[in-house]
DNA sequence: ATCAATCAATGATTTAAATTCATGCGGGGT
DNA sequence: ACCCCGCATGAATTTAAATCATTGATTGAT
């Protein structure tokens, strides 16, 4: 077996020209080299360097172990330098997990700048989950959720990361731009637009429509944020998002945030994760560019 | 440091899939491994597995060690595998020297077959030594060397590989060509041809016109053998070049072999290697090839 | 819920391997 | 001829690795 010790021995070997030179370098005694070094030779079959006199040559395996040292020692040391940074938490995957459709803008802003200060972090997300976000966290698909539902469960731990108000977005000029808020019957005459998913994680729903007996003319669903604000300001439909993201749109599409309810639906995104990961820098960084992030981007307008 | 060894393990692990199934894949006992991995975690300051439960999962230090195994310990298997092959004298580079112009065109022909008989070696030709042909097989910058003068030096040993007659080229309907050998006096008033290497290396010196007292009229030199015929052919000059190579080109350019004096001069051409080389087999082959290949080859035409 | 089975962790002991120490041998340089 | 210097080698020592024996924990079956 060729071990790693063996290559640093061809490598040192030479480098300083004779077994003696390179066995100082390598912190051992002339005479520990020597023994290692016939005993390599006696299991590989042939001699590594032909003596001839005091000095050595490399025979045919010994230049090839030589670039084979040259090859594979960077590569031993690069990987104790990689292992050396994720074990300081400065290098490894972060996965996030979203339960909460729009809060995809939201993650954008994010991730920008977090990438910037964490080269050695490789973030994706996802957005499909077949146990649900938790189930993802506890199975290890994800490593950070970002959800509206901080399910408590013992080994999870959360963080709310920002407030946000949850709002009807009609088109620029509908009959109820202009009222202070919306009622839950406002809405049986109108088509409602929301992210595919199911109707009890919809807030519009939980706590607008349904505690009111009330529901819409139709219900279309569709994927991204962009599409479903064209089609609102279009005119084929009304649908519910986060204030600052209705506002941010608001310069190049022409809708309008409406109140929902007198009060309004008040919400907050937690970030959830694992407890035995709480420790590890760059996730806590991440929760901590999130709560900063966070304050840029629900106050861009007033 | 990372080892060979815990590269092993991760690798062992992740396809058994618990460290006891690892333990005896790798003929350890359980203990070993469970201590080996401590150390092996403790050194590198982060766990490569979480054990949940009796599951191990990989860290992210896990993955990567894993990944770095996956590539590392096949180069492992193949480096012991090749450096079998070179210890068995199945591998290795063949450098030949080449102290014989004109046996350039014979080589071709040992290179051939050779070439398809050890897979595994690299063959190279050099022409030119610092040192002559012996001090570059003394200073293993080639490892058989190709000459007319076997120079006998202890660590040396030489085999003759066949014997030729040198002659005279002349143009097809050339004076001399008709005379049934040449005489010194002859080349007087001719051009002389040859290899651009020193004088004293030059037979049709050294062992004709020199013992006569005799010089050619001018003394052109050439490099490659294709070109001297042709400029033989085309009635600038006269050369001295092995007969069963001048009867080669005969086919194709009109040249003519005249013998140089009456008895004509022999020539022998030896194989020259390391004594402690010769037991290398892909060495010993090559001389074996090169005899088998000279029968052939002197004996193409009658 | 209990029990047996299985797996991992650990401490003490044994075994094996690597290293050192002391010494001999031989080639090169002065 | 002499003295370094570098490599090899055998015996002693130190260090590391493996085993044995045992424990605690988890899982699956009864």
Redesign the interface.
């Known amino acids: 077996?060729?071990?790693?010790?063996h290559l640093d021995i061809v490598r040192e070997v030479d480098r300083c020209g004779s077994l003696t030179a390179a066995a100082n370098a390598l912190h051992l005694t002339q005479s520990a080299l020597s023994h290692t070094v016939r005993k390599l030779e006696q299991q590989?079959?042939?001699p590594v360097w032909?003596r001839e006199g005091r000095k050595l040559?490399p025979?045919?395996?010994g230049l090839?172990?030589l670039s084979?040292a040259n090859?594979?020692l960077p590569?031993?040391e690069h990987?104790?330098d990689?292992?050396?940074q994720?074990?300081?938490g400065q290098?490894?995957?972060l996965r996030i997990g979203m339960e909460c459709h729009p809060c995809y803008q939201w993650l954008l802003k994010v991730v920008g700048p977090y990438l910037e200060q964490w080269p050695g972090v490789d973030v994706d997300v996802k957005q499909r989950f077949q146990f649900g976000g938790i189930g993802a966290l506890f199975g290890?698909d994800i490593d950070v959720l970002v959800t509206p539902d901080p399910l408590q469960r013992s080994g999870l731990i959360y963080e709310p990361v920002f407030d946000y108000e949850q709002v009807l977005v009609v088109p620029k000029g509908h009959a109820l731009a202009t009222k202070p808020w919306a009622e839950p019957a406002d809405l049986e005459r109108e088509t409602l637009i929301t992210y595919p998913v199911a109707a009890e994680r919809l807030d519009i729903y939980t706590r607008f429509l349904l505690p009111a007996h009330s529901s819409p003319a139709r219900h279309k669903t569709i994927e991204t944020t962009d599409i479903m604000l064209q089609m609102v300001a279009a005119g084929r439909g009304v649908s519910a998002l986060p204030r600052w993201l209705v506002e941010e749109y608001a310069h190049r599409i022409p809708v309008t945030p409406v109140r929902l309810g007198q009060d309004g639906i008040d919400k907050q995104i937690f970030l959830g994760l694992r407890e035995?990961d709480a420790s590890v820098e760059y996730l806590h960084s991440f929760m901590t560019m999130a709560k900063e992030t966070t304050w840029s981007v629900t106050r861009t307008l007033p």
Chains 1, 2 share one sequence.
């Open positions: 077996m060729i071990e790693r010790h590989l079959g042939t032909v040559r025979t045919q395996s090839y172990l084979l090859r594979m590569q031993f990987a104790e990689l292992v050396g994720i074990a300081r290098r490894g995957s290890y035995r």
